[in-house]
């Protein structure tokens, strides 16, 4: 019957039942199968499940959203995907460093879909504590690397953190360095640098810049022009994985192929500065040509 009368079940829903729909005459039977047509893949910065694997009680997806760039309803459907997949219910945590970005996203947001309005939860900038203290600093690392990317142009809080990395003995301080540095405004990371024991290599973080500067050691250790350019290219390619790994990111077989192969030093730097950035590995090569 609605298969030869589309027009019946919008007529029921809009005459009959009161639910608003758009009045127009266009109305035709579609693939039943929602799978048929095109889709972009929902990749999330990061999703958590609280429970059983097999039955999940619970996801968290989290964004880290530096400005307004992404649109409020890519992360309803991020939630509707979510939910579907899993079963359970799922909160949607996004971390903003800026005032203006954490308001922006702290709005319920219209799904477009009647009866589906998101509500996600929005760490910003009155909501991490500013960390002035070493002590305090170590004691929760991952909240003074917050405290960095949000409250860093304050100087004591750059030197709490780095006077907490110098003080740990975790096999994690590395990466806390890293984490840092990536999610930091150029302000901040210039403060680190500034901070941070430094060396010649003046782009990366104190981290990078350590394992590039042994590169550039070894290379004159085999003492020829061949070996320390291929040295340098196998350090540079270990700093965009490095990065990469740090933030976070998937990188599949072809990414790190592609990576490893690169003999080219240039090329493999300006992956490097691009790895602080973007969003996935395969985002790398968008804008290089490479």
Known sequence: MFTEQPELAVQILRDHMG????????VRQEERTFNTR?????DADVVLSLGPHTSPLHAVIIEVQQDKSKEPKQLSRYAAALWLLMKCDVTVLIVCPDRAAAKYYAQPIDSGLTGYRLQAQVLGPDDIPVITDA???????ALAVMSVMVHGKQRKVVEAFTTALNDS???YATKYTEYAYSMSSFEIRCLLEELMASTSWPVYSPFAREHYGRGLEEGKVEGRAEGQAEGKAREAAKL???????????VTDDVRIRITDCTDVETLEAWAVRAATVQTADELFDESGQ
Request: hydrophobic content about 45%; cysteine-free.
């Open 135 to 141: 002590t305090q600093a170590a004691a929760n690392m």
């Open 38 to 42: 095109s889709s972009d893949d929902f």
């Open 240 to 250: 965009v994985l490095l990065f990469l790994s740090a933030r976070g990111l998937d």
């Open 169 to 171: 003995a975790t096999d």
């Open 19 to 26: 639910v608003p729909l758009p009045d127009t005459p266009l």
